[in-house]
């Protein structure tokens, strides 16, 4: 019998009905994933429309702990008769493969957060029974089944920081505009900012999570972004276009925390960010005329890449570490840094690049020198980032470099055990004597 065909005539049934909606959903999911997961998608599934699941479910929220909990009411009970610690070891390594076993498990245990009373019910007994008090024993199950090990298995999945499973796009007519400005109002927090040449309309941009607030007013494109650092991932949080038919000023309030702005082809004419810069990659387009490029605030990791014998000039006040200029590089500056190729002064096509807060970890130098692998950009969506790819300065890191091939290519078997252990022996420390 299809699932559809089951699920027919169970309006008010109750808890037979959201049975089935969970097992179709658990189904859906496997499949699709996460994002795959909608109210309407699972329908379609079930043969029925959307609004016949809302007698049995109150909204996704729910449905998304009700999952939760039957993927945990999956986890084996260890024996009864083994030590606790044994019990517990047991009970991780079975709890781990239940989440490895579903698309996107660890993500849905994480966002929901199940009671599951039984769970813990197996759990704390034999802690109870080894002597630990009450409290601890608890605290024991929050931090080993509802942070640990989702986590672990999440780290494992590559799946980072979570995202909203929600999306959509957004955009504006080009019309006989002769001239454009994007404004990114509220901090960028991971976003991918490109020049389409097949773009027709004026921007288009994707986004994921909650839309932002937008205000076209003739050429003027203002963006109200309200992503949490760190609340998604952040290599497909948002992808913003700009037709490249018409010249461009671009401007950022608000700091910028993970972007990487490809604006070869954009007839650019400015670039003004407000509230310092920490992960910025920016690609330059020919300069066209006098381009000015501020930054206001700090700055940690900025790498500009500009065309080839494009002349430039990069004034850093305040100070600067880590400096590296086309083929110069400079461990310290105090004071203002001043770097201008020696043709700026004579041509009228030039970048003139201001940083007003310090900075730590700025490359500014010709795209030639970049090489491809540095202008591909971050990985490409659903595919994690490598933190430890950028190799480590023995003269910066003398004791961390020595391990930076542990660091890059860590042995998640092992992680776990050694994440386990150390939270056991904590937990063994806390067992009263006697």
């Known amino acids: 019998m299809s699932v559809g065909n089951r699920f027919r005539g169970l309006v008010g049934v109750g808890a037979e009905g959201r049975e089935h909606i969970v097992a179709a959903a658990l189904d859906l999911m496997n499949e699709a994933g996460l994002e795959g997961l909608t109210m309407r998608t699972l329908a379609e599934r079930m043969g029925v429309r959307a609004a016949s699941l809302y007698w049995h479910i109150r909204d996704k929220e729910q449905l998304l702990g009700l999952l939760a909990e039957a993927i945990v009411a999956e986890v084996p009970e260890p024996a009864a008769d083994l030590p606790w610690r044994a019990q517990l070891e047991a009970f991780a390594a079975g709890y781990r493969r239940v989440l490895q076993s579903h698309r996107d498990a660890a993500r849905v245990v994480i966002m929901a957060q199940p009671t599951a009373p039984h769970l813990y019910e197996r759990l704390v007994r034999p802690l109870l029974a ?6 601890v024993a608890v605290d024991a199950c929050h931090l080993l089944a509802g942070t640990y090990i989702p986590a672990a298995v ?204 310090g900075a730590y970890r700025l490359t500014f130098d010709s795209a030639e020198a970049a090489g491809d692998e540095a202008l591909a950009g971050p990985a490409p969506a659903g595919a994690p980032p490598d933190r430890w790819a950028e190799p480590l300065a023995p003269e910066e890191f003398p004791i961390l470099a020595p391990l930076a091939a542990h660091l890059a290519n860590p042995d998640p078997d092992a992680r776990f055990v050694f994440g386990l252990r150390t939270l056991l022996d904590g937990l063994e420390r806390r067992l009263p004597s006697g």
Not at 130 to 135: L, M, R, T
Not at 167 to 181: H, I, K, N, Y
Not at 342 to 349: I, S, Y
């Open 154 to 357: 999440a780290e494992e999945s590559g799946m980072g920081a979570l995202p909203d499973a929600d999306q959509g796009t957004l955009e504006a007519p080009l019309g006989a505009l002769a001239r454009g400005r994007l404004e990114l109002n509220g901090g960028v927090a991971g976003m991918r900012l490109r020049s389409d040449p097949t773009l027709a309309e004026l921007y288009a941009g994707h986004f994921k999570g909650k839309l932002p607030t937008v205000q076209v007013q003739g050429g003027t494109v203002r963006i109200g972004l309200r992503y949490r650092r760190l609340q998604l991932r952040w290599w497909d949080i948002a992808s913003v276009a700009l037709n490249p038919a018409i010249p461009w000023d671009v401007v950022i309030n608000g700091g910028v925390w993970k972007l990487h702005a490809d604006l070869r082809g954009l007839q650019l004419r400015s670039l003004t960010v407000s509230g310092g810069v920490a992960d910025m990659t920016l690609l330059l387009p020919p300069a066209a005329g006098f381009v000015p490029v501020r930054i206001s605030g700090g700055v940690y990791k900025l790498i500009v890449h500009r065309p080839l014998d494009v002349a430039a000039r990069v004034r850093v006040a305040n100070g600067a570490r880590r400096l590296t200029l086309d083929t110069m590089r400079i461990g310290a500056a105090d004071g203002e840094a001043l770097w201008e190729t020696p043709d700026f002064g004579a041509v009228a096509d030039r970048y003139d690049v201001e940083v007003s807060g």
């Open 130 to 135: 080894a002597g630990f008090d009450g409290e």
